[in-house]
């Protein structure tokens, strides 16, 4: 279908003055936000399929990106599905214990552990794989997020002061207190269509298209479709797809899709959507028998992390002190110095980044080695953010090839 409307919008507003630092930073985010967390797909699923296309109203892009903006949805619930593929090697599951260790353990209960309901370890697990959510929404004091995970659940839920964490599998609890009128705990790990859009539109300026490509169908809504794509050669971001509710102005489903081809990297969508007010008793919860509370200043994550945690933390702050964004739009490329020279670092030969062991070496072996004026160093790549690595100790990264990091790194030279 063609676009309703295919000219690039320039939604930043003509003739206002450009806030560089700012965008920069917003558009070094985007990708890695979507990675890491990042709001993090194996393909297109079949339930957020389009069902017809409807016949709507024709909008500009401009009109569209106002509309999102302008949306106030203060209830809402649902099922969201999330599938991640950023082509990450199989690590045989250590990536889930870097990722445990690196915020106080998932915890079985053990004195300096952290707890299995943690939402700052649990939430990590949308980082790849497929999943699915049930969310719900009553104004800015009551919101639930519930992680299905086969036979278990992991529930997260905010109501008034109160957030809570419930793992069923472990049967422990998480507790702690928010301010009144907090918005959803976690912010920053974005886990609907829209805490994905609203990333992917700090993006827009002059190097970004921003056009209307249809319209859609998805959880039973019409929805336009709003695509941004990068102008710039290099970028390994192909397009990213917000499907935009015509009622609403609510995302409904984001997709991004690399410039290599194939599946997409990110596909988040709900599959069951209703903007009725929830009932009251969604947001209630009372540990169950037997369960284990850990309250939030009692939890591993902090006042009981191992000294060896908290010198790896400062380390790694003091690593990334002097981080500077090079480059430009979609181009853009983070680099800082890590002070360690000779490669990756390892534990065995006493390298900057401490008690690692060999994981280093391990690394290493699922790197290319790249040579440049720069010198020589380690390119480790996914789907949609890699990073050079330089054998005298400085990070380039961003989501731009391969080439595009080599390039940086001789110019930097």
Known sequence: MAPIDSDDNRTAGEGEEP??????????VVPVAVMGVAAAT???????????????????????IEKIAKSDVQQLSGTVRINTDLGLPDLGGLESGLMSGMSGGSGSGGEGEGSAADPSAKLTALVSGSHTLRVAADGPDRQKLSLMENAAEYSLIHNGKDVWGYDSQSNEVYHSTAPDGAERPEKDV?????????EAL??????????????????????????????QDGSTVGAITVAVDAETGTPLKFTLTPASG?????????TKVSFAKPDASTFDFTPPAGAKVTEADESGAAAKAPEHGREAEGDLAKETDGLEVIGEGWNSIATFDTGARGGLPTGAEGGDLGD??????????????????FGSGTVFKTRLVNALITDDGKVYAGAVTKDALVKAADAAK
């Open 356 to 373: 690692l062991g060999g994981l280093g070496g391990f690394l290493g072996s699922f790197g290319d080695q790249v040579k440049g004026d």
């Open 262 to 270: 194939g599946a997409a990297v990110v596909d988040v969508g709900f």
């Open 202 to 231: 700090k993006s827009v300026d002059d190097t970004t298209s921003v056009t209307v490509g249809g319209t859609a169908q998805v959880a039973g809504r019409d929805a336009y479709r709003l695509v941004v794509e990068p102008k």
């Open 42 to 64: 194996i393909g297109l699923v079949p339930a957020l399929a389009d069902s017809g296309d409807p016949d709507l109203p024709k909008v500009t892009a401009e009109q569209l």
């Open 190 to 198: 974005p886990a609907t269509p829209k805490d994905f859009a609203e």
């Open 19 to 28: 806030r560089a630092g700012r965008r920069k930073a917003a558009r070094y």
